[in-house]
């Protein structure tokens, strides 16, 4: 019996493939008949189905060039500390007070790292 109810499932999902099926016919040929009166109509089915020649093109512009700075070993453990704190280190270009604030806040002595 319940071999039934899963062929029952597989016919019913196969009926609604179908009516997918048919509603996307369906729609693609109102596009088309809708292409003879109004040229948007065509303009637009090009640019989805064959996007790579009508498609829109997008200009992107990227800077790829980037400072890389060296740092000690410390320093890079300051930094990782402030950002676990929290600490807004795009206002740190060099080792000053938010690095040791964060340093302070988890037990790091300053005279030790001196």
Do not use: C, P, Y
């Amino acid at each position: 019996m319940e071999e039934d109810g899963e062929a029952g499932m597989e016919g019913f999902w196969e009926i609604i493939a179908n009516a997918k099926h048919m509603q996307q016919i369906e729609l693609v040929s109102r596009i088309m008949a809708s292409s003879r009166k109004d040229w948007r109509a065509a303009a637009w089915m090009l640019e989805r189905r064959h996007s790579s020649v009508f498609g829109r093109k997008v200009e992107v512009q990227a800077d790829l060039r980037h400072s890389v700075t060296q740092m000690s070993e410390e320093d890079l453990v300051l930094r990782l500390m402030a950002i676990e704190d929290g600490v807004d280190i795009e206002i740190v270009d060099e080792r000053g007070d938010a690095l040791l604030a964060a340093a302070n806040s988890t037990g790091v002595d300053e005279a030790a790292e001196e």
